[in-house]
């Protein structure tokens, strides 16, 4: 998202409908793929939990109803945030403005973890203990993969894959760097505190507190609204750690992302700062006419 995709980082998991927006290739794909995230989340959550046909047309009603609220009451704020980042990169910035911008857009989940909170809560008083098995075994499943791809065995094809990472992310927003930038930019994204295994760790604890709510919830059966109370707690403490020495860790992380952000901000040319802006500019428009829809 935005300038987090500058940093290390990866912003894929947070936020579903808004991760499908910024992490399109383009205008016309992001409007795209927010237009078919509906679809693409009822099939997911089919395939965790094996949905019957009572629950699987709950939940494509209830992500039906979340995607309009999202679209015209979500959508507006989103487009104003990225407009007020693209009137700041008029004047020259300093690394509190990148870390105000990586807090704000993780603000942005808690209305989304509210507005959920009903829909899961409702869906999860239908579970079956089966179902948070296979829920349980398809986690395992990602976590190997993520694993494989974020921890490969050889410390250098892990600092290579980091650096790639970050070098995706930035040719997003800035298109290709000159030469000589580009290798000083490399040797920065190595040198990158390498908090992969912080990441997945904390990848693994969201995992087993929505587990571990789930269960609760289909154990003892509780009145709706305790239900709500539960899955909103859970779903509002996704994004801040509770484990002291990783929070640490990832925050320091975020920085020193932040710093290499300002970096290649600091160091655009023209041709840069024209591909940054058009891509800020595509992201208010695509915002705009989504929320009309």
């Known amino acids: 998202m935005l300038l987090e995709k500058l940093i290390t980082r990866p912003w894929r998991l947070l936020l579903p409908f808004v991760a499908s927006c910024l992490l399109a290739t383009g205008c016309t794909s992001t409007r795209f793929g927010y237009e078919a995230l509906p679809l693409w989340l009822s099939w997911q959550i089919d395939r965790h939990l094996g949905l019957d046909a009572s629950q699987r047309e709950f939940v494509s009603a209830r992500i039906d109803a979340l995607e309009r609220w999202h679209r015209q009451t979500q959508l507006p704020a989103y487009g104003a945030l990225v407009a007020s980042v693209q009137a700041r990169l008029q004047h020259p910035v300093g690394q509190e403005d990148i870390g105000r911008w990586r807090e704000q857009l993780l603000g942005v989940w808690d209305p989304i973890a509210d507005r959920l909170a ?5 869906l999860a008083l239908t579970l079956k203990p089966a179902q948070l098995e296979r829920l349980a075994q398809r986690f395992e499943e990602s976590n190997r993969e993520a694993r494989r791809k974020m921890l490969p065995a050889d410390p250098r094809r892990r600092e290579q ?44 604890a969201r995992q087993r507190a929505i587990l571990a709510v789930l269960e609760r919830i289909v154990r003892e059966r509780p009145p709706p609204e305790t239900a709500q109370a539960w899955c909103r707690e859970t779903l509002r403490a996704m994004w801040r750690s509770a484990d002291p020495a990783r929070r640490e860790a990832l925050e320091h992380s975020a920085r020193a992302g932040d710093a290499l952000s300002l970096q290649v901000l600091m160091r655009a040319g023209p041709p840069q700062r024209e591909h940054l802006f058009g891509r800020l500019r595509g992201l208010v428009d695509d915002f705009s006419v989504l929320s009309r829809r």
Request: hydrophobic content about 45%; aromatic content about 6%; overall charge negative.
């Open 118 to 122: 009903p829909d899961a809560a409702a």
């Open 161 to 204: 894959a980091r650096v790639e990472r970050v070098l995706e992310r930035i040719n997003y927003f800035v298109g290709d760097l000159p030469t000589g930038l580009e290798r000083e930019i490399r040797a920065q994204a190595a040198a990158l505190p390498a908090t992969e295994p912080e990441w997945l760790a904390e990848r693994e």
